[in-house]
């Protein structure tokens, strides 16, 4: 079974610009999450999706982030325009919505953005 | 607010000596209680799990028991091995199915031949 995929690995912007990150969740699993990591910090979660619709966004800066996941299985995080604080690893999570392991999230290995 | 508190690191130790990381929690109701570890160039794996009380989650030669009287999930494990090294975090879900995880701040083990 494929895990999850992410895509970049590595992103390098200066701050004000903009960027997009992607995730591929396993196949079937109805709720993905987005998660930022700050260097040194335990991960924290920015929105979470089950199939299209947005389960939680309440830590997620709106007025400079934003995510879609069309047709209920890719996911796109974009932030425009980026900040120096930005600067973290992003990492995209999914789960089943019921059945065995649907209290665990499996993620995949993250992108990391730095600011400049 | 949820929230969870873990030993800070480094903690460096020899090949075969004991590990323990202490992880507390802060949270309404019974929350499943989770280690992930993170190895170097990776993404974050679970390690173990346990969803009630005195509930012991174990893999790999590591355990960790859910203490509801002390809030605590501290990890253990008799004799590491180099391989461990690695970050670990604790963290906590709430609910049913598909609840967000609550991560403490991580703690690096670095285990040296």
């Known amino acids: 079974e494929a895990g999850v995929a992410q895509s970049p690995r590595y992103k390098i912007i200066e701050k004000r610009q903009s960027v997009a990150f992607w995730c591929n969740p396993i196949?079937?699993?109805?709720?993905l999450y987005w998660y930022q990591q700050i260097l040194g910090q335990g991960p924290k979660l920015l929105i979470q999706?089950?199939?299209?619709?947005?389960?939680?966004d309440s830590q997620l800066p709106k007025d400079r982030f934003s995510a879609e996941r069309l047709k209920g299985v890719d996911s796109t995080l974009k932030i425009q325009p980026a900040k120096l604080e930005d600067s973290a690893v992003y990492l995209c999570?999914?789960?089943?919505?019921?059945?065995?392991?649907?209290?665990?999230?499996?993620f995949g290995a993250g992108t990391r953005l730095s600011v400049l | 607010g949820d929230s969870v508190t873990q030993m800070e690191g480094p903690v460096t130790l020899s090949e075969e000596a004991f590990l323990t990381i202490n992880c507390t929690y802060t949270?309404?109701?019974?929350?499943?209680l989770f280690w992930y570890v993170q190895y170097p160039g990776e993404g974050l794996q679970l390690l173990l799990k346990?969803?009630?009380?005195?509930d012991k989650g174990s893999n790999k030669g590591f355990e960790a028991t859910y203490r509801k009287e002390t809030t605590s999930f501290h990890l253990e494990k008799g004799s590491v091995q180099v391989s461990d090294s690695a970050v670990y975090f604790c963290?906590?879900?709430?609910?049913?199915?598909?609840?967000?995880?609550?991560f403490g701040g991580g703690t690096r083990v670095l285990v040296k031949p």
């Open positions: 999570a999914s789960s089943p919505l019921r059945g065995r392991g649907s209290n665990i999230q499996y």
């Open positions: 196949s079937g699993h109805a709720t």
């Open positions: 999706f089950q199939n299209n619709g947005v389960v939680d």
């Open positions: 949270a309404t109701g019974y929350p499943s």
């Open positions: 346990a969803t009630k009380a005195d």
């Open positions: 963290a906590l879900s709430r609910g049913a199915a598909g609840n967000k995880l609550t």
